[in-house]
């Protein structure tokens, strides 16, 4: 079971050359908002998927003044990771010191989830942030699932080509449908089979964290397309649509997640603190899963657990984490948001010496 066991940074944002070793179970930053905490949860995340949480920009990833960023984590296992990301050239990403072409081997060695301000886009932000929510589970449950994704992506950009060409192509199109329903059907049939055995654990963790709105959810998949219908005769059927477009408007790049209580988007009725608590319970099942399916644990950031969550409920979030045995990185800006009057502490449950506190000041990280 891999964790991280060290983890330097150099250049990230206001980190001052970060150097630690961490618990494999449960490490805590506390400081001042703006000190470094998610800084340090960035870099993490940027290890394991190439992108950040925070930004789509490169530029403020990198400290004013230094040409690149660098991370580097060695794992309980021997695995070593290490990224460059420079303003100047392309990024330079290593396993075990083989410079890797993308971040499908990484992102199998260090899979991880995060609970943070941006998770609260699983409810309110567009399908994108849901489909990329599904397809994470689905990559790491279904090994075959990346290429039929792959596949359905090249067909998708040519067939959208040929659809913005002032002349259509019609030989070409057909032959590009044909490559595009094969690729899309794969990746439907495994969404959904992954969607079949995720809801039941995610409605047991569900019912752990909230238990008055387990039987009024409901979580619905839109596939891209109507349902009994034949994509390939969908595809003809809006061909003019497409062309005024200049993008294919079926498929499974539209697939969504449909979050309900009773036949109303969830976003529309739930508080901001049962936001969390809904968009804490998918992210826990989704580790959960992938540990029951392959005895590999997930990595959990929690970036200001105690935001939005009274005690009562922050202590469920924090018990069931706990209970998935993964090593978690969590922030905070006092270290007495995590306790409670009436258990003592989030963390009670464990031995001290799981437990690694860090003191997070003008990008300073100290023990």
Same mark, same amino acid.
């Given at each position: 079971m891999s964790r991280v066991e060290k983890l330097t940074v150099t250049g990230l944002r206001n980190?001052?050359?970060?150097?630690?070793?961490?618990?494999?179970? !449960?490490?805590?930053?506390h400081g001042e908002n703006g000190s470094g905490k998610t800084s340090l949860l960035e870099g993490i995340h940027l290890l394991s998927s190439g992108r950040s949480f925070r930004s789509a920009k490169l530029d403020p990833l990198i400290t004013h003044g230094k040409d690149e960023a660098v991370i580097f984590?060695?794992? $309980?296992? #021997?695995?070593?990771? #290490? *990224?460059?990301?420079?303003?100047?050239? +392309?990024?330079l990403l290593r396993l075990q010191d083989e410079t890797q072409k993308n971040w499908e081997s990484v992102a199998r060695s260090l899979p991880l989830q995060i609970i943070d301000s941006t998770a609260f886009? *699983?409810?309110?932000? #567009? /399908?994108? &942030?849901?489909? +990329?929510? !599904?397809?994470?589970?689905?990559?790491?449950?279904?090994?075959?699932?990346? $290429? &039929?994704w792959r596949d359905s992506r090249k067909c998708l950009a040519n067939r959208n080509a040929l659809l913005k060409a002032t002349r259509l192509d019609r030989p070409q199109l057909e032959a590009w449908d044909r490559e595009f329903v094969v690729a899309s059907v794969k990746v439907d049939a495994q969404r959904g089979a992954y969607l079949d055995r995720?809801? /039941?654990?995610?409605?047991?963790?569900? &019912?752990?964290?909230e238990g008055s709105h387990v039987d009024s959810l409901e979580i619905r998949y839109d596939r891209g397309w109507a349902e009994g219908a034949n994509l390939? &005769?969908? *595809?003809? +059927?809006?061909?003019?649509?497409? +062309?005024?477009? #200049?993008? $294919?408007?079926?498929? /499974?790049?539209r697939a969504d997640i449909l979050l309900l209580l009773d036949r109303t988007p969830a976003v529309e009725v739930l508080s901001r603190g049962q936001q969390k608590i809904l968009v804490s319970a998918l992210k826990i099942a989704q580790g959960r899963l992938l540990s029951e399916s392959l005895g590999v644990e997930c990595l959990y950031?929690?970036?200001? *657990? /105690?935001?939005?969550l009274d005690p009562e409920n922050r202590a469920r979030v924090f018990s069931t984490l706990l209970s998935l045995?993964?090593? !978690?990185?969590? $922030?905070?800006?006092e270290l007495e948001s995590l306790a409670l009057a009436s258990e003592g502490s989030l963390f009670a449950a464990l031995d001290p010496s799981e437990i690694a506190q860090f003191h997070v000041e003008h990008g300073r990280i100290t023990t």
């Open positions: 980190l001052v050359d970060v150097a630690i070793d961490v618990s494999p179970r !449960l490490n805590i930053f984590s060695q794992l $309980t296992d #021997g695995l070593r990771i #290490g *990224l460059s990301k420079s303003r100047r050239r +392309r990024h886009q *699983l409810l309110e932000g #567009g /399908p994108k &942030a849901r489909r +990329r929510f !599904l397809d994470w589970g689905v990559f790491h449950v279904e090994h075959s699932f990346l $290429t &039929a995720f809801l /039941p654990v995610f409605k047991e963790v569900y &019912a752990q964290l390939d &005769a969908e *595809l003809v +059927r809006t061909l003019e649509v497409d +062309r005024r477009y #200049g993008s $294919t408007q079926l498929g /499974p790049q950031l929690i970036d200001d *657990l /105690p935001s939005e045995d993964s090593q !978690l990185f969590v $922030t905070c800006v």
